[in-house]
């Protein structure tokens, strides 16, 4: 996905990188210090952010949009502003200017010091900040499924013992997932990582029938008889009965009150809208 392609471009470019994954619980002290057990003692440490921008490396934040909007807030200002006051006093700046009336130590942030923001689409499944919007200082770059026949053959080198027909039904059914998905008729987003959980399964396990290996990606989709119902056409037009793809539907006779229950938490998360 998103980090993979970063990496390869990373290591095309040959440049150094520092790595961290955000998170709903991020806090803003977070972004600066790393704690770490050293000779059981607990000592904190500069956080790879605070390394990258010293070192001028490359730092890749993965997850940015679960983030708390305060921490975003100051990913921002780093950005714009260019600098950031650390917990012990000192402060990251783009130009420094040595030691200021306080005492507190300025940090040049080194020139080469860049920023990759990885964050998924606000909404479901997702459920995220819409970065885009909050943090309108970076420079956007949509990433998007690959086409067809690049899909194809990535998924070829992954499933070399998959047979190519069977990968080309693959890979149609998702092009149509997606589409549904452009069009309204479906909501969760197919990506080519559930793509590639498939024809891994299959080319690791070649005795077992696809709608095992489907089984994994589509299973929370058996609780909806309307998806059920959009999803049929989908997998029919490819040769995959929706009854063998998506398992035997919920019985709903033994307990109803169990069924509504997961129908009223899909219902819930597609209705969620940020504001």
Same mark, same amino acid.
């Given at each position: 996905?998103?980090?993979?392609? &970063?990496? @390869?471009?990373?290591?095309?470019?040959?440049?150094?990188?520092?790595?961290?994954?955000? @998170?709903?619980?991020?806090?803003?002290?977070?972004?600066?210090?790393?704690?770490?057990?050293?000779?059981?003692?607990?000592?904190?440490?500069?956080?790879?952010?605070?390394?990258?921008?010293?070192?001028?490396?490359?730092?890749?934040?993965?997850?940015?949009?679960?983030?708390?909007?305060?921490? &975003?807030?100051?990913?921002?200002?780093?950005?714009?502003?260019?600098?950031?006051?650390?917990?012990?006093?000192?402060?990251?700046?783009?130009?420094? &200017?040595?030691?200021?009336?306080?005492?507190?130590?300025?940090?040049?942030?080194?020139?080469?010091?860049?920023?990759?923001?990885?964050?998924?689409?606000?909404?479901?499944?997702?459920?995220?900040?819409?970065?885009?919007?909050?943090?309108?200082?970076?420079?956007?770059?949509?990433?998007?499924?690959?086409?067809?026949?690049?899909?194809? @053959?990535?998924?070829?080198?992954?499933?070399?013992?998959?047979?190519?027909?069977?990968?080309?039904?693959?890979?149609?059914?998702?092009?149509?997932?997606?589409?549904?998905?452009?069009?309204?008729?479906?909501?969760?987003?197919?990506?080519?990582?559930?793509?590639?959980?498939?024809?891994? @399964?299959?080319?690791?396990?070649?005795?077992?029938?696809?709608?095992?290996?489907?089984?994994?990606?589509?299973?929370?989709?058996?609780?909806?008889?309307?998806?059920?119902?959009?999803?049929?056409?989908?997998?029919?037009?490819?040769?995959?009965?929706?009854?063998?793809?998506?398992?035997?539907?919920?019985?709903?006779?033994?307990?109803?009150?169990?069924?509504?229950?997961?129908?009223?938490?899909?219902?819930?998360?597609?209705?969620?809208?940020?504001?």
């Amino acid at each position: 996905g998103k980090n993979r392609v &970063v990496d @390869h471009l990373l290591q095309t470019l040959n440049l150094e990188r520092e790595y961290m994954q955000l @998170h709903r619980d991020t806090t803003v002290a977070q972004l600066t210090v790393t704690p770490s057990i050293v000779d059981g003692r607990l000592l904190y440490e500069d956080s790879p952010l605070v390394r990258a921008a010293q070192l001028g490396r490359v730092l890749v934040l993965d997850e940015a949009d679960k983030a708390p909007l305060e921490v &975003v807030v100051v990913l921002k200002s780093l950005v714009e502003d260019g600098q950031l006051t650390l917990p012990d006093g000192r402060r990251l700046a783009r130009f420094a &200017v040595g030691t200021n009336v306080e005492g507190s130590q300025t940090i040049q942030i080194h020139k080469d010091f860049r920023m990759f923001v990885l964050a998924n689409r606000p909404g479901f499944p997702f459920l995220g900040n819409d970065l885009i919007r909050e943090a309108d200082v970076f420079t956007i770059f949509c990433l998007d499924n690959p086409d067809a026949a690049s899909e194809l @053959h990535l998924v070829k080198s992954i499933a070399p013992n998959v047979p190519e027909s069977l990968l080309r039904t693959l890979v149609g059914i998702f092009a149509d997932l997606r589409l549904a998905v452009e069009e309204g008729r479906l909501q969760y987003p197919y990506s080519t990582r559930e793509l590639l959980a498939v024809v891994r @399964h299959l080319n690791r396990y070649p005795d077992e029938p696809l709608d095992v290996a489907l089984g994994s990606i589509l299973a929370f989709d058996r609780f909806d008889p309307a998806v059920r119902e959009t999803l049929r056409p989908i997998f029919e037009k490819r040769g995959v009965p929706i009854a063998t793809a998506l398992g035997a539907p919920l019985d709903e006779s033994a307990s109803p009150q169990h069924s509504q229950t997961w129908l009223r938490a899909l219902a819930a998360l597609r209705g969620v809208k940020l504001g």
